[in-house]
């Protein structure tokens, strides 16, 4: 396991960072049917800089899934669910008293202790 985290700690940052180098140098515009589609990959140029590739559907279909992220409404509202629920249990299960409102632990009153 120990091996594995020294190779991680390398590779993990390494393929970021080559990612990131693509995006940076990769990127270029393809407009079918009037939408502008903009991604990144490796690619060959002609002589203008224009890419010298065509995709087809699915690959422009596959390009825009990993491209971006797509969280359901259900998923949302899952979370923000959760957070609620998270919030509401801390506020009902570690209440915040002050010492005047508890003088003996578990009891609350507000009146005065008996004079003897």
């Known amino acids: 396991m120990e091996k594995l985290r020294k190779y ?3 590779a993990l ?4 960072i080559i990612y990131l180098g693509c995006l ?3 990127t270029h515009v393809h407009i079918v049917n009037g939408v502008t589609i903009v991604h990144s990959h490796p690619y060959s140029k002609t002589d203008d800089g224009r890419p010298n590739h065509e995709h087809n ?3 422009f279909q596959l390009l825009h899934q990993l491209s971006t992220i797509q969280i359901g409404g ?3 509202i899952a979370i923000l669910f959760a957070t609620f629920l998270t919030f ?3 506020l009902s299960c570690r209440p915040v008293y002050p010492d005047y ?3 003996i ?12």
Do not use: D, E, M, Q
């Not at 940052?13 to 970021?16: G, K, M, N, V, Y």
């Not at 632990?105 to 003897?116: E, F, I, N, T």
């Open 57 to 59: 559907y699915a690959v």
């Open 105 to 116: 632990k578990g009891k609350l009153s507000l009146r005065a202790p008996p004079v003897a």
């Open 8 to 10: 991680l700690r390398i």
């Open 88 to 90: 509401l249990y801390k």
């Open 13 to 16: 940052p390494a393929l970021f």
């Open 74 to 76: 259900a998923t949302s």
């Open 101 to 103: 409102l508890v003088p």
């Open 24 to 26: 940076i140098a990769f």
